[in-house]
C-alpha cells in the first residue's frame, strides 16, 4: 500500500469533515436564531421559561460541531506536515493559512477564538455567537420568577452548571487537544 495515497485519502476524509461542520454550525445558528426571534415575536409567559433551555442547548450543539472542526483541523495539520516529510518539500500549507488567518489549532483558545495576537474576525464571530447566546440565556431569567418552582430552578441550574463545567473542562482546559496531541507525538 503507497503510505502517501494512505495520508492523502485521510487528508481528503478530514478536509471534507471539516467542510461538513462548518456548513451544519452555520445552518444551526441561522435555525437557532430563527427560533429564538419567533419565540420573541410571539412571547408568552411560557416562552421566558423555554429560552434558557434553547441557549443551553444551542451552546451545546454548536459546541459539538467546534469540537469536530477542532479534531479536524488538528488532524489535516497532521496529515499535512506528513505529506510534506514524506514529499521532502511542503507542498501542503493549508494547516499554515488556517492557523495564521481563523486561529492557531495548537494554542490555548477559547474553544475556536483565539486570543491576544491570534484574535481574529473568526475569534469575533465565535464570541459574538457565544455572547448572543448567553444574553438570550439571561434575557429569559430575567422575565420569570425562579422562587415560583423549584424543580425548574433546580433543573436548569443543574443543567447549566454541568454544561459551564463540562465546556470548560473540555474546551478551556484542553482536554480534548491533549488527547490528540499524545497521539500525533506517537507517530511524529
Known amino acids: ?13 478530514m478536509r471534507k469533515m471539516n467542510r ?16 429564538t426571534i419567533a419565540m420573541l415575536i410571539f412571547v408568552n409567559e411560557l416562552t421566558f421559561y423555554i ?14 460541531h467546534a469540537h ?19 514529499n521532502g518539500q511542503n507542498t501542503l500549507i493549508a494547516h499554515e493559512l488556517e492557523n495564521s488567518y481563523f486561529f492557531p489549532i495548537q494554542d490555548r483558545k ?21 455572547v448572543y447566546g448567553a444574553a438570550i440565556y439571561i434575557y429569559g431569567l430575567l422575565n420569570i420568577n425562579l422562587s415560583d ?5 433546580l433543573v436548569l441550574s443543574g443543567i447549566t452548571i ?16 491533549k488527547r490528540l496531541k499524545k497521539i500525533y507525538e506517537k507517530y511524529e
Open 1 to 13: 500500500m503507497d503510505n502517501l495515497k494512505v495520508l492523502n485519502d485521510q487528508l481528503i476524509r
Open 20 to 35: 461538513y461542520y462548518h456548513q451544519q454550525f452555520l445552518t444551526d445558528v441561522r435555525l437557532i436564531m430563527i427560533v
Open 162 to 177: 454541568i454544561t459551564l463545567t463540562t465546556g470548560i473542562w473540555w474546551f478551556v482546559l484542553g482536554v480534548g487537544e
Open 68 to 86: 469536530y472542526l477542532i479534531f479536524s483541523r488538528n488532524f489535516s495539520q497532521y496529515l499535512e506536515k506528513a505529506i510534506n516529510k514524506e
Open 149 to 153: 418552582s423549584f424543580y425548574y430552578t
Open 51 to 64: 429560552l434558557p433551555f434553547v441557549s443551553l442547548f444551542g451552546a451545546v450543539l454548536l459546541s459539538f
Open 110 to 130: 477559547i474553544v475556536v477564538a483565539g486570543l491576544g495576537s491570534a484574535f481574529s474576525w473568526f475569534s469575533f464571530v465565535t464570541l459574538f455567537i457565544t
